[in-house]
């Protein structure tokens, strides 16, 4: 949640102090809603986040520049195979390395042969240039790097928040969706690919206006899955004064106490930076490309990212919140 004061995407020091009363906004030359003022990390510019085209839902984190400043970029990861295969932990072993032979062999073997006419889940295909999945993969890394994000690609259970106990599907008001043991075992196939490096074929990139930003790389079809969104797992009412743009509803007990929430700010993977759309309206719903939907899966909560339609070559990805309507409004998302 926003503060009083118009606050940068970074705590980072200044080169120049700018006076609360002196801030308005480039685009409409008002000073008014100090708490939707977004500060260029550079020329100290004032930006209301609902003049920006397109509007901003929240100060994001990580690192923003104005339309002026824009031709300041991320310092990107190095694209070193030996350094992208050490940042996401990809296991090492001829089967697993990231070449193209382990995509033909995989492929020859045989593949997962999807109805959709049963609206069975379908795997990611992953590009088959072994160049192109390492370009992917740098991005990613370099955009968690950036934000100072952990790399995990599972739900995280820290200290002091909730316990994994507490991840009870049971306990979900009006009853949860079980993932079906044949999606079950396209999840666990899409898991496994990214652990051998069979990177999902997405790339993503920065944008002066959204920040970072996800596109496909390739087509990807309609139900196949694109991630699953993880992250930190707390308590509802322990983020109340947070002022993250990213959480994500998990568990929405019957008791708002036992309320779960995804909290992707300190560890998480490429979901953190896929965007929200407005579904209220008819073109937010033409823009959305991708569903969010929470499963039971084997007796814990867990949120997917699936395509909801035929997706093509360098769209960008946008989807719902899963959150009620009145706990997650997308009514001023992008």
């Known amino acids: 949640m926003a503060s009083s004061l118009p606050r940068r995407r970074t705590h980072a020091p200044k080169s120049s102090s700018v006076l609360i009363d002196d801030v308005f906004c480039q685009e409409c030359g008002s000073g008014h809603s100090p708490a939707k003022l977004l500060l260029c990390d550079k020329c100290d510019r004032g930006y209301h986040l609902f003049c920006l085209?397109?509007?901003?839902?929240?100060?994001?984190?990580?690192?923003?520049?104005?339309?002026?400043?824009s031709n300041h970029k991320p310092k990107s990861f190095p694209l070193v195979q030996t350094k992208i295969i050490d940042f996401f932990r990809i296991q090492r072993s001829p089967e697993t390395s990231l070449n193209q032979d382990a995509r033909k062999k995989r492929k020859r073997g045989g593949s997962l042969v999807m109805s959709k006419?049963?609206?069975?889940?379908?795997?990611f295909v992953p590009s088959e240039d072994s160049n192109r999945r390492l370009e992917q993969m740098a991005s990613l890394a370099t955009a968690l790097t950036t934000t100072?994000?952990?790399?995990?690609?599972?739900?995280?259970?820290?200290?002091?928040?909730?316990?994994?106990s507490a991840n009870c599907p049971a306990l979900e008001r009006g009853g949860m969706q079980v993932l079906s043991k044949e999606d079950t075992e396209t999840l666990n196939l899409c898991k496994s690919m990214m652990e051998r490096?069979?990177?999902?074929?997405?790339?993503?990139?920065?944008?002066p206006l959204e920040g970072f930003t996800v596109e496909a790389d390739r087509p990807?079809?309609?139900?196949?899955?694109?991630?699953?969104?993880?992250?930190?797992?707390?308590?509802?009412k322990n983020r109340e004064n947070d002022d993250g743009d990213s959480i994500m509803t998990l568990l929405s007990a019957s008791d708002p106490s036992k309320t779960l929430v995804i909290c992707p700010d300190k560890r998480s993977n490429i979901a953190?930076?896929?965007n929200g759309i407005n579904n209220h309206t008819p073109e937010g719903k033409k823009k959305q490309n991708l569903?969010?939907?929470?499963?039971?899966?084997?007796?814990?909560?867990?949120?997917?990212?699936?395509?909801?339609?035929?997706?093509?070559k360098g769209e960008r990805l946008y989807y719902d919140y899963n959150g009620d309507e009145h706990?997650?409004?997308?009514?001023?998302?992008?």
Do not use: Q
């Open 327 to 334: 706990e997650y409004p997308t009514d001023h998302f992008v």
């Open 197 to 207: 490096g069979e990177w999902p074929p997405l790339m993503v990139v920065f944008d």
């Open 220 to 236: 990807i079809k309609d139900l196949t899955i694109i991630t699953e969104y993880v992250g930190d797992v707390d308590f509802l």
């Open 291 to 312: 569903k969010c939907v929470r499963f039971d899966v084997g007796g814990e909560c867990r949120v997917l990212l699936v395509s909801n339609r035929d997706i093509s």
């Open 117 to 123: 006419k049963k609206r069975k889940l379908l795997p």
């Open 53 to 69: 085209r397109p509007v901003l839902p929240s100060v994001p984190k990580g690192s923003w520049f104005c339309g002026s400043c």
């Open 148 to 164: 100072n994000t952990e790399f995990s690609n599972k739900l995280t259970y820290m200290p002091g928040m909730a316990p994994r």
């Open 272 to 274: 953190r930076f896929i």
